[in-house]
């Protein structure tokens, strides 16, 4: 139990989930320097992510009670449960906001709350392995972490960050229509995902892995195309 790990450890777990999730945050706010969204919102994203953790937790546990272990079943409900809780946790802490008011807006905050859900998470690997002072394991760990699931959960909120994005001037039932999607197709990525990671003897790792980097290639490309027509009007050096 959590209780009975040294505050020590915790907070060097922490510090371990959290400062690399910290490179890609820092990458991605790099990547809307010219029109940076304000730091108070960030960190609400980031917090809302850190809270889908802590909401989905509990979903987790109750749904293991009667999906067998390893199954597909629990792989495709878990993935739900969590893409679902970083959805819903955006949409009442984040998505309203007025400081929200471009496509472009709607991803970054996604992804935002994607990283503070996989720093939390992250942390939540760790603490085993440090725990039992297994340092170089728990790092070791986190570095494929940093490569692998944190990037698939960047990517799947991403998924949703678009679909919401496509949808930004339709009507109710429309931006409804793109955001299910959207979530479906998260919840699909992040199920294949974890349904290669744990196959036997770890031998769709590296499918896995090419998954995520593909579809976290995809994500760049769409990107860099949403700024080009947020700023294609604007003077140069001009928000």
């Known amino acids: 139990m959590i209780e009975s790990i040294p505050l020590e450890t915790i907070g060097f777990a922490f510090l371990g989930g959290v400062l690399p999730v910290w490179l890609w945050l820092h990458f991605l706010l790099k990547e809307d320097a010219r029109c940076p969204e304000p730091r108070s919102m960030i960190i609400v994203a980031f917090v809302a992510g850190m809270l889908s953790v802590v909401a989905s937790l509990p979903l987790e546990t109750w749904v293991a009670s009667f999906l ?41 905050y996604m992804i935002t709350v994607a990283l503070g859900f996989a720093a939390l998470e ?60 959207g979530l479906i197709l998260a919840i699909a990525l992040h199920a294949l995902f974890n349904f290669l990671i744990i196959a036997p003897d770890g031998s769709q790792t590296l499918t896995a892995f090419f998954l995520v980097w593909t579809g976290a290639i995809v994500f760049f490309a769409l990107f860099e195309i949403l700024k080009y027509f ?9 928000c």
């Open 68 to 108: 067998p272990s390893g199954s597909l079943a629990i792989i495709i409900a878990w993935s739900a449960i969590e893409e679902s809780m970083k959805y819903l946790l955006a949409a009442l802490l984040v998505l309203w906001r007025r400081a929200v008011n471009e496509t472009v807006d709607l991803v970054i």
């Open 122 to 181: 992250n942390t939540l690997f760790l603490l085993g392995p440090f725990a039992e002072g297994r340092i170089l394991d728990g790092l070791a760990l986190n570095n494929l972490r940093f490569v692998g699931a944190t990037l698939l959960h960047v990517v799947a909120s991403a998924m949703i960050g678009f679909a919401l994005a496509a949808a930004y001037v339709r009507g109710r039932s429309v931006r409804l229509l793109f955001v299910s999607v």
């Open 230 to 238: 947020r700023y294609r009007h604007l003077p140069k050096n001009t």
